[in-house]
């Protein structure tokens, strides 16, 4: 490109020193041609500037190490081509001037006029070249930030390798030092296990011996062992016989006051009474009726006429009626009461009355007495002019 630019220049030179009257039409088209060429290279120099500025090695480690010393060039060789195109641009300026002063036809003019207007896009160019190159020195101030950044990065990066590096040696340090360890402990535990063997040698030693002096004492201490088994049998078999008899023992104390019941209907045979009125009886106060003097059956004696009480001979269920008859007007309410032997309290077990309406009336109930308990009819309520027949009665058995 620098010697196209002299070349160009010597030509320049030579035509402005030549003495000529005007420029022929092909001297002007050399000219054109000239600074078309001068702004496709321009254009061509910018792109490809470009084109490098992007394409430049990003790598963080080749840049910190190179830097931007290659923009750095490249930027200095586009500012001498700068300035060498802006020195032709200018000479072609000036030389434009003269072909004013010196041609002064129409079509001249206009040929002038037009590359005038090819000269100033060629500034417009170049200015837009500068816009780029500007806008190339911020990227490059940008990338510098980059690897600013990058290089931080890179010394963080190293100080964490150099970090772990140590943490690594430390590691190595603690897993060499408990390998000592771990191979002293197993030492240990060898000369603790040969111990031990030794040990365990001697007891199976002093058992064999014990075993051998225990071997003549083995017989009587079998006999003494059947013996305890023996008696053990025999405490076994004591107990089972104490729990059998113990067992007899409830059955018998069950089956006591059965035998005794038996032999007490044994003794007394069938019990049993009724007893009537002997004639009409006219009531005037309450109280026990002891007029049931007409005894029809009395069986084991066990009912008193004088009284008119029936005393029950044995524990036992007993049936109990009491039949009243009234004759004319009148009313009578009579209870039939039972007297505990034990404790004297009395219990009504069956009620009767006659009245106005009712002409006749029995009360029948079923009671358990014991041995010694006493029945009778006693008479609760009676108005006067009350009288009963001889067809009433009072009666009781034995059930079972």
């Known amino acids: 490109m620098n010697s196209r630019l002299e070349s160009k220049r010597s030509f320049h030179q030579a035509w402005t020193q030549t003495d000529y009257e005007f420029p022929t039409t092909a001297f002007l088209d050399v000219i054109k041609q000239d600074n078309i060429n001068m702004a496709k290279h321009l254009a061509e120099t910018s792109t490809n500037e470009t084109i490098k500025l992007g394409n430049s090695d990003t790598d963080p480690n080749k840049m910190k190490k190179q830097g931007l010393g290659l923009n750095a060039r490249r930027q200095s060789q586009l500012e001498q081509e700068i300035n060498s195109i802006r020195q032709v641009v200018q000479e072609q300026d000036s030389r434009l001037k003269m072909l004013e002063q010196l041609l002064g036809t129409s079509t001249t003019l206009h040929y002038v006029r037009s590359l005038e207007e090819k ?7 170049m200015e837009d070249f ?3 190159l500007t806008s190339l020195e911020d990227g490059n101030e940008r990338e510098e930030m980059s690897l600013n950044d990058l290089s931080s990065k890179v010394d963080s990066i190293d100080l964490t390798l150099g970090n772990l590096e140590s943490e690594r040696e430390n590691e190595e340090y603690k897993l060499k030092e408990f390998e000592g360890r771990l191979l002293e402990a197993e ?3 060898r000369k603790d296990w040969s111990f031990y ?11 064999r011996q014990i075993c051998e002096m225990m071997a003549g004492h083995v017989r009587p201490l079998r006999r003494l062992q059947d013996t305890l088994n023996n008696r053990v049998q025999m405490t076994e078999k004591r107990n089972l016989m104490a729990s059998q008899l113990e067992s007899i023992s409830d059955t018998v104390m069950d089956l006591l006051p059965r035998v005794s019941n038996l032999e007490s209907r044994g003794r007394h045979g069938t019990v049993g009474f009724t007893a009537y009125l002997p004639l009409v009886t006219r009531m005037t106060t309450s109280g026990v009726l002891k007029e049931f003097t007409d005894v029809c059956c009395n069986e084991g004696s066990c009912y008193n006429p004088a009284n008119g009480m029936f005393t029950a001979p044995q524990d036992g269920l007993y049936f109990v009626s009491v039949t009243l008859r009234q004759r004319k007007e009148g009313a009578v309410d009579v209870n039939v009461l039972a007297r505990r032997r034990a404790s004297g309290n009395l219990r009504i077990v069956g009620k009767s009355g006659t009245h106005s309406d009712k002409k006749c009336s029995t009360a029948v109930s079923v009671v358990k007495l014991k041995a010694g308990d006493v029945l009778f009819v006693k008479a609760v309520s009676v108005v006067p002019e009350a009288s009963l027949s001889q067809y009433s009665s009072f009666t ?3 059930i079972g």
């Open 187 to 189: 030492a240990n535990r």
């Open 130 to 132: 500068t816009i780029r």
């Open 396 to 398: 009781c058995y034995m």
């Open 119 to 125: 000269v100033n896009i060629l500034q417009q160019t």
């Open 197 to 207: 063997q030794q040990k365990l040698a001697d007891v199976e030693n002093l058992y």
